[in-house]
């Protein structure tokens, strides 16, 4: 069955440094892969979307990448800040029968320590 | 534009009871969807719409219903509550079904069932 892991422990880092997330993937071939920010009592917002046939995509101080070979999909935050500091979901996305099915990961919380 | 909203906020219900949660968007998309997100589990597919008038169920179906009258709206009810159904919920829209589109969430109704 199809499964999604991302880092289960909080990842915390300290202000000014590069933040990693990692989520891997199995039994699944996503066209895309969607990564979204979920703060505690909200609902997940959208920040980034790679195709299969990127490699990465930058936006501000974001950057994720796509290695289909390795099934796996690594975010950037560069400079963190303390407001970086949220759950992060990866969510892989395959049209299925006319829709777009996404899964989403179990998210990593990150924790930017000033 | 208000975006995803859900009504209500919170409920407590006891075993048994029903109830149905709105969820309402006005930004004309035509894909709508539920999720519960409990700890551990991450976000799972419970059903959705690809149009007006037109409901499928998703990865969790069971123990809830839909209905889709209006294309701004999304209903989900849960006619006999069960304490295994204690989750937040949330409702998400997209535009169309093509591949790159995010979803937008509303800020999710957090169910507790005694």
């Known amino acids: 069955s199809q499964k999604i892991e991302q880092n289960s422990e909080a990842l915390n880092i300290q202000e000014g440094k590069t933040a990693t997330l990692t989520c891997n993937y199995t039994?699944?071939?996503?066209?895309?892969l969607q990564w979204y920010r979920q703060d505690p009592g909200r609902g997940p917002v959208f920040l980034l979307l790679i195709r299969e046939n990127e490699k990465e995509k930058r936006k501000e101080r974001l950057k994720v990448t796509f290695d289909t070979t390795l099934k796996q999909s690594l975010f950037h935050i560069t400079a963190s800040q303390p407001a970086d500091s949220a759950t992060y979901l990866c969510a892989p996305q395959k049209d299925s029968g006319g829709y777009q099915k996404v899964t989403f990961g179990t998210g990593t919380k990150l924790q930017v320590i000033p | 534009n208000a975006g995803v909203t859900q009504t209500p906020k919170f409920r407590v219900l006891k075993t048994g009871q029903s109830m149905t949660l709105l969820c309402a968007q006005d930004m004309n998309h035509e894909y709508m969807y539920w999720y519960r997100q409990d700890p551990g589990m991450g976000l799972r597919l419970i059903h959705y719409?690809?149009?007006?008038?037109?409901?499928a169920k998703g990865e969790v179906p069971d123990g809830y219903n839909v209905s889709r009258l209006k294309k701004q709206n999304f209903l989900l009810g849960l006619e006999s509550a069960a304490p295994s159904q204690t989750s937040v919920y949330f409702c998400a829209s997209t535009l169309t079904s093509s591949g790159n589109n995010e979803q937008f969430f509303g800020p999710g109704t957090r169910l507790t069932v005694l």
């Open positions: 039994n699944y071939s996503p066209a895309y």
């Open positions: 719409s690809v149009g007006e008038g037109t409901t």
